[in-house]
């Protein structure tokens, strides 16, 4: 594990720094919504230099204060070159596919990813001459293997919803480092607080900002951190056309619920962890995950997915406050996207049951008669 006392220290001050230094009072100590679509102009030849790429504000579906605000604090707590918000993690993640994919291109993927990712892969890319190799995503010889000529894109999930499958980052960036291939790393169900694939050389880290990052459950937002000026530039001129933006309402929130981002992680990783050694037959192999060994090199925490039954709620999205009990076999990756077939064959078994526990005061979760996580 690397040093966490360290790491969180300058975790934390990055998450509650602000860029925001206007010249003239007053000077909030939060970034305020600015709900403009458009900013007033000096001259016709100043919305010419916006236009044509110089930084300022022009209009809200190109950059916003407020939104901006909230990328360049997730900017600096993954370590990127830049970053850019979009409405949703779906809308980040076809952005980035599309910014650097062209028909007769090549991608090697993940058989286990998130299913709307899926789906994107294998159903709307086809359309457009993008072809997909699937493969086990904790076998990175499965993954140079796949490679052709045309591979453009090799893309993974760590940890992966909902299976939890790990991907050796150091040996995924290294693969696409030596061949030239862009590598891409959706690090949703981790957070910045618990793992930075920048880190480990990886060129484009997504998250579903919905779900950790935003933490409360009441925005829908999604991130592409990028590497170089490259690919930042590519994924902006995409995001523009394709119209994603992130509305300055979410990203006050999303700013917001970054703040509180370590406290609430640390949180996550004890309950996930109480709720692990619970359930385990054997008490000492609370750690059994046959990734352990991976999660222990690349992550600073293992992050909150493994209660009473009573106070849990049938949803979807994770990463909020509240506990949540999710069947992901029929909840998030549908037989309509994925065959049965294919969801035992990626490690999906309808069995599968996801918990988030409620925060509370850590300790073991109780038994109680007829409703307990031992009889999940
Ligand atoms: C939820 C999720 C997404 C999709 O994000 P939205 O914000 O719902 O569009 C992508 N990847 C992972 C791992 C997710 O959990």
Same mark, same amino acid.
């Given at each position: 594990?690397?040093?966490?006392?360290?790491?969180?220290?300058?975790?934390?001050?990055?998450?509650?720094?602000?860029?925001?230094?206007?010249?003239?009072?007053?000077?909030?100590?939060?970034?305020?919504?600015?709900?403009?679509?458009?900013?007033?102009?000096?001259?016709?030849?100043?919305?010419?230099?916006?236009?044509?790429?110089?930084?300022?504000?022009?209009?809200?579906?190109?950059?916003?204060?407020?939104?901006?605000?909230?990328?360049?604090?997730?900017?600096?707590?993954? !370590?990127?070159? /830049?970053?850019? #918000?979009?409405?949703?993690? @779906?809308?980040?993640?076809?952005? *980035?596919?599309?910014?650097?994919? =062209?028909?007769?291109?090549?991608?090697?993927?993940?058989?286990?990813?998130?299913?709307?990712?899926?789906?994107?892969?294998?159903?709307?890319?086809?359309?457009?001459?993008?072809?997909?190799?699937?493969?086990?995503?904790?076998?990175?010889?499965?993954?140079?293997?796949?490679?052709?000529?045309?591979?453009?894109?090799?893309?993974?999930?760590?940890?992966?919803?909902?299976?939890?499958?790990?991907?050796?980052?150091?040996?995924? !960036?290294?693969? /696409?480092?030596? #061949?030239?291939?862009?590598? @891409?790393?959706?690090?949703?169900? *981790?957070?910045?607080?618990?793992? =930075?694939?920048?880190?480990?050389?990886?060129?484009?880290?997504?998250?579903?900002?919905?779900?950790?990052?935003?933490?409360?459950?009441?925005?829908?937002?999604?991130?592409?951190?990028?590497?170089?000026?490259?690919?930042?530039?590519?994924?902006?001129?995409?995001?523009?056309?394709?119209?994603?933006?992130?509305?300055?309402?979410?990203?006050?929130?999303?700013?917001?619920?970054?703040?509180?981002?370590?406290?609430?992680?640390?949180?996550?990783?004890?309950?996930? #962890?109480?709720?692990?050694?619970?359930?385990?037959?054997?008490?000492?192999?609370?750690?059994?995950?046959?990734?352990?060994?991976?999660?222990?090199?690349?992550?600073?925490?293992?992050?909150?997915?493994?209660?009473?039954?009573?106070?849990?709620?049938?949803?979807?999205?994770?990463?909020?406050?509240?506990?949540?009990?999710?069947?992901?076999?029929?909840?998030?990756?549908?037989?309509?996207?994925?065959?049965?077939?294919?969801?035992?064959?990626?490690?999906?078994?309808?069995?599968?049951?996801?918990?988030?526990?409620?925060?509370?005061?850590?300790?073991?979760?109780?038994?109680?008669?007829?409703?307990?996580?031992?009889?999940?």
């Amino acid at each position: 594990m690397a040093d966490e006392k360290s790491f969180l220290s300058s975790f934390e001050s990055l998450a509650v720094a602000s860029e925001w230094n206007p010249a003239e009072p007053p000077h909030p100590i939060n970034v305020p919504i600015f709900s403009s679509s458009t900013f007033q102009l000096s001259s016709v030849a100043h919305a010419e230099e916006l236009a044509g790429g110089k930084g300022g504000w022009l209009y809200s579906r190109w950059i916003n204060p407020t939104t901006d605000a909230a990328a360049q604090a997730l900017n600096s707590l993954e !370590g990127g070159h /830049g970053t850019l #918000l979009f409405s949703s993690g @779906m809308a980040a993640i076809s952005t *980035a596919l599309f910014a650097v994919l =062209k028909s007769g291109d090549h991608v090697v993927a993940p058989k286990m990813v998130y299913s709307g990712t899926l789906s994107l892969l294998q159903n709307i890319l086809t359309r457009f001459g993008v072809e997909c190799t699937f493969v086990d995503g904790s076998d990175i010889s499965k993954y140079r293997e796949a490679v052709k000529p045309n591979t453009k894109v090799l893309y993974c999930e760590t940890p992966c919803n909902p299976t939890m499958t790990l991907t050796d980052l150091v040996e995924f !960036g290294k693969l /696409g480092k030596s #061949l030239g291939i862009i590598t @891409m790393v959706d690090s949703t169900f *981790a957070s910045p607080f618990n793992q =930075k694939p920048i880190k480990q050389g990886i060129d484009v880290i997504i998250h579903s900002c919905t779900k950790y990052l935003g933490g409360h459950s009441d925005i829908t937002a999604g991130s592409l951190t990028l590497s170089s000026q490259q690919l930042f530039y590519e994924c902006y001129e995409l995001q523009k056309f394709f119209g994603g933006c992130l509305s300055p309402f979410d990203a006050f929130l999303l700013h917001r619920g970054m703040k509180t981002l370590h406290v609430r992680m640390e949180r996550h990783n004890q309950n996930a #962890l109480e709720i692990a050694k619970f359930l385990e037959v054997h008490p000492k192999d609370y750690l059994s995950h046959p990734h352990h060994d991976i999660a222990k090199k690349q992550m600073t925490g293992f992050s909150g997915m493994p209660v009473n039954l009573k106070l849990i709620s049938l949803q979807c999205p994770l990463g909020g406050v509240q506990s949540l009990i999710e069947v992901a076999s029929a909840m998030t990756h549908p037989d309509k996207y994925i065959s049965a077939a294919e969801k035992l064959e990626a490690g999906l078994k309808e069995s599968l049951i996801t918990i988030q526990r409620r925060f509370r005061e850590c300790g073991r979760p109780k038994k109680r008669s007829g409703t307990s996580v031992g009889k999940v």
